[in-house]
């Protein structure tokens, strides 16, 4: 059994995708061209935003969305403690602070009220100014913008939001790397919609960041490539990958998302009474980057990974440590926060096998095995 079933994917895909892949060999135009334009045209439309700009994986889109903004060296950006390495790590790369935030038990994203408390504290110590929110749709659901937004209003903060895993999630309809003043994602093969290598983009409505960005991501170009008015980068997403992802952007509209969905809601079905399973809030849908339940503690999670393992069922571990857990930022102030949720959730949480193509066979002995190990009703 594949854990994110790419292998599926490519032989329904085949026809289409070896043809889509052939025309850019015939062309040898492998960077740039009408791929890569046509692509961010109908990502923009899909996303329901003025802008979209691909650019070189997930992690570069931050970087470039934080560029833009000009954020850096006594800034403060607040992250939530439960996420990806990226979301924290561009806001040091760029010479600004992360701070850390608490996290929502059943949605795993930001805990609203832990931000409020983080900005408060930050503002109390002078030192930084409270510059920007990421927000970051983990798993597929997007954050509770509703709250966040009100936040980032009274402070003056932008919501730059981390869509990396949000992609196809909605709420009330609006999709995810529509609620960021700038959002981002990725392509990297295994997210919700991924290419096969390395992919990213950029969202926004503002005409001037986009410009900005279209520059910052070409080495900062001016009028043309040779004219560099501003530092910058080599971020782009090359042509193989935009037909690709042309080729996969129409599956996920058409299926992939309806099926990821339905398999979603059996396994809450099959898992009802046995383990925990992502709550939804009413209004959201979430883009499924992940089907993670959570265990009743560290031993039972042991347990269950390894009777599944020895069956033939791959499972992963996102996150085994939060943010303020990581090597890489001992040296980061907490602001007087804490982060019971996120070192709770650490210890308990699983992802199961989860993608448009999970045989319903397989996904029935997924939900048999943990019933057995869970000591639930079968
Ligand atoms: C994958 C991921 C990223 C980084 O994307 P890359 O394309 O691998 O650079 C950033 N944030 C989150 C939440 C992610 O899951």
Request: proline share 4%.
């Amino acid at each position: 059994m594949e854990f994110r079933d790419l292998k599926k994917q490519y032989q329904v895909l085949k026809p289409e995708m070896d043809a889509a892949i052939g025309q850019v060999l015939e062309s040898t135009g492998f960077i740039g061209g009408r791929p890569v334009t046509e692509l961010e045209a109908e990502l923009a439309e899909y996303v329901g935003v003025k802008h979209c700009i691909t650019c070189g994986n997930g992690t570069d889109a931050l970087t470039l969305a934080l560029m833009a903004w000009g954020i850096g060296e006594g800034d403060a950006v607040f992250v939530p403690d439960f996420t990806f390495f990226s979301s924290a790590e561009t806001v040091s790369y760029e010479g600004a602070t992360p701070v850390f935030t608490d996290i929502l038990a059943y949605t795993f994203n930001m805990d609203p009220d832990s931000l409020e408390r983080a900005v408060q504290a930050v503002l109390a110590e002078g030192k930084l100014t409270p510059k920007a929110v990421v927000t970051v749709d983990l798993f597929g659901l997007p954050a509770d913008y509703e709250k966040i937004r009100k936040i980032a209003d009274r402070y003056g903060m932008y919501i730059l939001e981390d869509a990396a895993q949000g992609f196809g999630g909605n709420i009330h309809g609006k999709r995810a790397g529509s609620f960021g003043d700038i959002a981002t994602t990725s392509f990297f093969p295994a997210k919700p919609l991924g290419c096969y290598g390395d992919g990213g983009a950029v969202f926004t409505d503002n005409d001037d960041w986009a410009e900005l960005i279209r520059s910052l991501r070409i080495h900062g170009k001016g009028t043309d490539k040779y004219d560099n008015v501003r530092i910058g980068m080599n971020s782009r997403l090359d042509t193989l990958q935009a037909a690709v992802l042309q080729v996969k952007l129409k599956a996920f509209r058409e299926y992939e998302l309806e099926d990821t969905d339905r398999i979603a809601s059996e396994y809450a079905k099959g898992l009802a009474g046995c383990v925990d399973t992502p709550r939804i809030p009413e209004g959201y849908g979430s883009g499924w980057a992940q089907y993670s339940i959570l265990l009743k503690d560290e031993e039972e999670r042991r347990a269950v990974q390894e009777y599944l393992k020895a069956q033939g069922v791959p499972t992963n571990i996102y996150y085994p440590r939060g943010m303020h857990q990581q090597t890489a930022f001992a040296g980061c102030g907490t602001y007087g926060e804490t982060f019971p949720v996120t070192e709770d959730i650490c210890r308990r949480v699983l992802a199961l096998p989860l993608s448009p193509y999970l045989a319903k066979e397989d996904q029935e002995k997924v939900i048999r095995l943990i019933r057995e190990k869970t000591g639930a009703d079968i």
